[in-house]
Nanobody, 120 residues
């Protein structure tokens, strides 16, 4: 069982930045992803990174604003979010899985989620 613990959510004005972190005890063998879910909407893909960190992928609306990275020595993955918009408001989840994927169903382990609120 892999436990994922997220941190770094909060409230920020539009145009601001937040940095989300996700820590796990067993980490380096998994691809990692970030997803988000806004009220009344389905969970959607945000970003993913391969186990070695040598490939990343982003959902179109966050390209150029968000950066996913990982430190396998520290068992952490981060999501740097810049130029935030009100439509980025959601609960953000990190996830770990054996497959580098944009699909939530491909990920086996999930964090508890952290709220990000962007005010206009």
């Amino acid at each position: 069982q892999v436990q994922l613990v997220e941190s770094g959510g909060g409230m920020v004005q539009a145009g601001g930045s937040l940095r989300l972190s996700c820590a796990a005890r067993t980490f380096s063998i998994y691809a990692m992803g970030w997803f988000r879910q806004a009220p009344g909407k389905e969970r959607e893909f945000v970003a993913a990174i391969r186990r070695a960190g040598d490939s990343v992928y982003y959902e179109d609306s966050v390209k150029g604003r968000f950066t996913i990275s990982r430190d396998n020595a520290k068992n952490t993955v981060t999501l740097q979010m810049n130029s935030l918009k009100p439509e980025d408001t959601a609960v953000y989840y990190c996830a770990a899985g054996s497959t580098y994927s944009t699909l939530a169903m491909e990920y086996d382990y999930w964090g508890q989620g952290t709220q990000v609120t962007v005010s206009s």
